[in-house]
């Protein structure tokens, strides 16, 4: 492992692949190490052959890209290939008019309180009917589950319910191994794995000669292909001769505002899953081993869950500050888009007057951010959800403030900003207040040691995160 004070070196034709390889396991900590040692905090990284990449964590250079220069930093071709074969068209792998119609679209729908509500109840009826049972059985069994897992086939649950209205029952282990969700594991999976290949020249091989993950990912997109064209037919059929009901799913709206072309909604609808399937989940499983290492903070929320209780659903949320903080706190160390990629379209000068070159990939990187001193201060590393919270002068209570959002892209930032935050925080908020009202999450392994994050699309806790479950008296 390197973990020196100064910058990685490169060395003539292979530049850093070395090192690289030598922390190909450990590539979020690697890269965050070369930008936290880097005096400007942004880092060239010589990729075999000549090629070059800028990995950043200045918050002045992240405003650039994603706001400033928006125009000029894309999704670029290797990022748009590596996911074509699973995301096609989707948000996700699209630019310009084609990403800008998409956008305005789904931020139309996402702002409706029709698909609040409805989130609203397909988390509820998750929590309730399938994570609350679960928990319930494991305190009272005594037994060990691995709440990483859980947390993930919630999250699968709850996404496809609210982008088709269908559901997997992915957190009802009795029920058969749902197809569907095997298959999107995979795609993901191996999609990941193609970004970790020394040239896409390897995979692209692998394929055309439809071997070994190649073959498995054809398979695996062409089943959740099938699968959604399935759902949108039947969804088609159902609405023929109905005016739309209020509460229902994504695929719905986009079919009853006259969107009804089989690809193009196929690919939203899968760009959609995609987006919410491990980004909550991975969120909620560091945070709930950092609420165990930290039992004020833990105590504060319970105190907090307990007082809102009694208010209606929507309210209870929204007035979670103290939760919502400690949410926000815990993606600062374990983001769940540790590096995000872009492109430069034409040749471009940094604020920090780094020259970028057309054609170069450029990383923020909030893994990192989240850990620069001079961003947080020394005390960096110590989990206080009091840095986002202030108080109202006038009334004295105490609000959520939030941060610089280049200086905290958790969700990114600028136009692209993620879509689905606030869904993002109902969802989560609703999960915690649930399981923490009555539970007492005990990790299995408190070894006093750090788990260890990994990353290939989203962040994950390795090896899962094995705890018990204990009724709260
Ligand atoms: C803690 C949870 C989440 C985090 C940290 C997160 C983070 C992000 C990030 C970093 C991006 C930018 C990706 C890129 O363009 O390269 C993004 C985009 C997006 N997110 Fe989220 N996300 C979360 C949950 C969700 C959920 C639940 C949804 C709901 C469907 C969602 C929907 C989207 C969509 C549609 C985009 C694409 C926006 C666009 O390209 O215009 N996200 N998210």
Redo the contacts with the bound molecule.
Sequence with gaps: NTNTKTPPKPYPLIGHYLSIYTNRHRLVQWTSDAVLNSPTSTFLIHRPFGETRLITGNPTVVQHILKTKFINYQ?GDIFRATLFDLLGHG??NVNGNE?KFQ?QL?SHEFNTKSLRHFVENVVDNELNERLIPILTTAAINNTIIDLQDILQRFAFDN?CK??FGYDPSYLTPSLPQEKFASAFEDAVKISGERFRTITPLVWKIKRVLNMGSEKRLKEAVLEIRQFATKVLKEKKKELENKSLIQSVDLLSRFISSGHSDEKFVTDMVI??IL??RD??SA?LTWFFWLVFKNPKVESLIVEEVDEKSDSAIYDEVKEMVYTHASLCES?RLY???PV?SKTASEDDVLPDGTFVKKGMMISYHPYAMGRMENLWGRDWMEFRPEWWLEEDETTGTIRFAAKDAYTYP???AGP?I????D??FL??KRVVAGVLRQFKVVPVADDGGEPVFVAALTSKMQGGFPVKIKERK
């Design positions: 999704k948000i996700f990403w956008r789904s996404i609210i982008a760009s959609f987006a919410g980004t909550t969120a993606m983001p769940p888009v995000d958790v969700f990114q692209r993620c879509l689905g935050k869904m993002a969802q989560m």
